[in-house]
């Protein structure tokens, strides 16, 4: 077993015995908080010289808590990426990297089959998943030894850019820097991996969901500065999109993506279909906008708006 795969199972293993004693009651102790630090310490050492990569996260699936284990060392491993290759300190980082891992340790008091519901839950168990971030706050809210920035993190991990978060709606740009982060490490690793109601999505298409989010759950420049910086190298440095794929621009310009640069997603070489006047237009030229792309219809979708710009080219062609 290599050392990152040592690094990980210690905080898999760590975060099943945080769950299991804070569900049977008992309080989060100076003890779990130094079996934290060191798996932490560990995967920091571990990732300085190591490049993200799908490969190097865990999914280990040996029980029906193991989504969630996985989930807090996944996030704690996204975000120890993202603030080594932005050049921050350990003393730096280490606030953001304990937020992520312990984000959702208010799970460990929901009861465990709205948890593990492989259905759609209906509105009082949705309303039980929305607590938790208050119920981990509350949890550690009076633990001196735990800084401000991680209690920020459990509590306002699921507020968003356009205010439909919960569980405060607290507008997003008074909320800290680190808890941002956390926010979308959490949304990303929960995508790429398979949850009990759903398989994982294939990291392409992921990255495309996530990349949408832009502008809506997340400020879409830190979160594009966040998928280059993460996404990017987790799918080792290939554009998450294809040629035939269609996409919007600010402006609301809808594309055809001809060609993708890996160095450059938000410019790839593109042909204009419709307009920022949502008219339809001859294919202009393949050329690189400065415009930024800022949407990724899906492959159906693609599909979709071309048979309509096929249909309206062939209807004005017959009215002239």
Not at 193 to 217: C, D, I, S, V
Not at 249 to 255: D, F, I, K, Q, Y
Not at 298 to 308: D, G, M, Q, T, V
Request: net charge neutral.
């Amino acid at each position: 077993m290599s050392r990152i795969q040592e690094a990980l199972r210690l905080g898999f293993l760590t975060a099943k015995k945080i769950y299991r004693e804070l569900g049977a009651g008992r309080n989060l102790s100076d003890q779990h908080l130094l079996k934290v630090e060191e798996f932490l310490r560990e995967l920091w050492g571990c990732t300085a010289s190591l490049a993200p990569d799908v490969r190097h996260l865990h999914s280990q699936q040996i029980e029906t808590q193991a989504w969630l284990y996985n989930h807090w060392v996944n996030v704690a491993a996204l975000v120890c990426w993202y603030t080594q290759r932005k050049g921050m300190s350990w003393e730096e980082a280490y606030p953001l990297l304990l937020g992520a891992y312990l984000h959702d340790i208010g799970y460990a008091r929901i009861d465990e089959g709205v948890l593990n519901s492989r259905h759609k839950l209906d509105e009082n168990s949705m309303l039980q998943i929305q607590m938790h971030p208050q119920i981990g706050y509350n949890l550690v809210k009076d633990m001196k030894d735990i800084d401000d920035a991680v209690k920020q993190a459990i509590l306002f991990h699921h507020e968003r850019f356009d205010g439909e978060g919960y569980p405060t709606t607290l507008p997003y740009g008074r909320l800290p820097f680190s808890l941002k982060i956390v926010g979308m490490a959490d949304v990303l690793e929960a995508l790429i991996h398979e949850r009990t109601y759903r398989k994982a999505y294939p990291l392409a298409e992921a990255l495309r969901l996530f990349f949408n989010m832009g502008g809506h759950e997340f400020d879409r420049e830190l979160m594009h500065d966040f998928l280059d910086t993460v996404g990017r190298p987790l799918a080792l440095n290939l554009p998450f999109y294809r040629s035939g794929q269609l996409g919007r621009l600010a402006s609301g310009t809808v594309v055809s993506i001809e060609e993708a640069h890996s160095a450059n997603w938000l410019h790839p070489t593109v042909s204009v279909l419709i307009n920022n006047k949502r008219e339809i237009v001859p294919r202009s030229e393949p050329s690189v906008l400065s415009d930024e792309l800022i949407f990724i219809y899906s492959h159906a979708e693609s599909e979709k708006i071309l048979r309509h710009i096929a249909e309206k080219r062939a209807s004005m062609k017959k009215s002239s």
